[in-house]
């Protein structure tokens, strides 16, 4: 089991930025796939970036690319999403994710274990 805890949202004007971060408890973090997906009212809960077990890899969204950045530090047993230049369209319960195996980083079967999620509201 891992339990994982989101923690960094909130309110910002569009063009600013949030730090959001997800902590993880329970087995041995550096063993697993870590990816961050957002649910916005009334849409399907997407992809936004994911960064395998080494660091070695990541994947990004279109919509993201060039502007948030994944990062892990399995030291720590923590993931951060770095969100600059958001968007009002970025609004949007982000859910932070861990899974092991070898699935593409943008499917939502490549994880087993979710957080609650947190809510970042960019304004206009």
């Known amino acids: 089991q891992v339990q994982l805890v989101e923690s960094g949202g909130g309110l910002v004007q569009a063009g600013g930025s949030l730090r959001l971060s997800c902590a993880a408890s329970?087995?041995?973090?550096?063993?697993?796939?870590m990816g961050w997906f957002r649910q916005a009212p009334g849409k399907e809960r997407e992809f936004v970036a994911g960064?395998?077990?080494?660091?070695?890899?990541?994947a990004y969204a279109d919509s993201v690319k060039g502007r948030f950045t994944i990062s892990r530090d399995n030291a720590k047993n923590t993931m951060s999403l770095q969100m600059n230049s958001l968007k009002p369209e970025d609004t949007a319960v982000y859910y932070c994710?861990?899974?092991?195996?070898?699935?593409?980083?943008?499917?939502?079967?490549?994880?087993?274990?979710w957080g609650q999620g947190t809510q970042v509201t960019v304004s206009s």
């Open positions: 994710a861990a899974g092991s195996g070898l699935f593409p980083l943008e499917l939502k079967i490549a994880y087993n274990y």
């Open positions: 329970g087995r041995t973090f550096a063993v697993y796939n």
């Open positions: 960064i395998r077990w080494s660091g070695g890899s990541t």
